[in-house]
């Protein structure tokens, strides 16, 4: 009698847990607001002379690691690209209407930044679909 009372709490108890999963997988591109773009999609973009501006949020170790960055991409960790957006005041104006993509190492940290840019106005951002890990898997060119 007491196991049959066990297993419905531990059914519960597993989709509180898977759903809790999921939505740790998921919730960052909720939370974004903009478009995922896989990274072969923009290495064309690159490879046909299209001028793009690509914003590394990793660390400054990170940028400079053996996984590598994306050709040409700036590096702004976090905090730097606060800070970059609220001196910048009209300077990035210009940029606010050009495609810009933003890449961390696995898509975790650029959805909080994508969201800083658009907050500030930028209306063409993208994030790196599974980051810097994914670019790499896909065999596309990195600098170090």
């Known amino acids: 009698m007491e196991s049959s ?27 974004a607001g903009v478009p995922f773009v896989e990274p072969k999609a923009v290495n064309e973009l690159m490879v046909g002379g299209k001028e793009l501006v690509i914003i590394d949020v990793r660390t400054a170790e990170e940028f400079t690691s053996p996984l590598g960055h994306v050709p040409g991409s700036i590096n702004l960790a976090g905090i ?39 907050k500030a106005g930028f209306k063409n951002v993208a994030i790196i679909k599974g980051g810097m890990m994914n670019w790499q898997k896909q065999g596309l060119p990195v600098e170090r």
Not at 5 to 24: D, E, F, K, N, R
Not at 93 to 116: G, M, W, Y
């Open 5 to 31: 009372l066990i297993t419905p709490y531990l059914v519960i108890i597993a989709v509180v847990l898977g759903g809790s999963i999921l939505m740790m997988r998921f919730m960052p591109r909720l939370m």
């Open 80 to 118: 730097e690209l606060d800070n970059k957006l609220a001196a910048a005041d009209k300077k990035l104006d210009s940029l606010k209407s050009e495609p810009i993509f933003v890449v961390c190492r696995t898509q975790n940290r650029s959805p909080r930044a994508a969201r800083l840019l658009t």
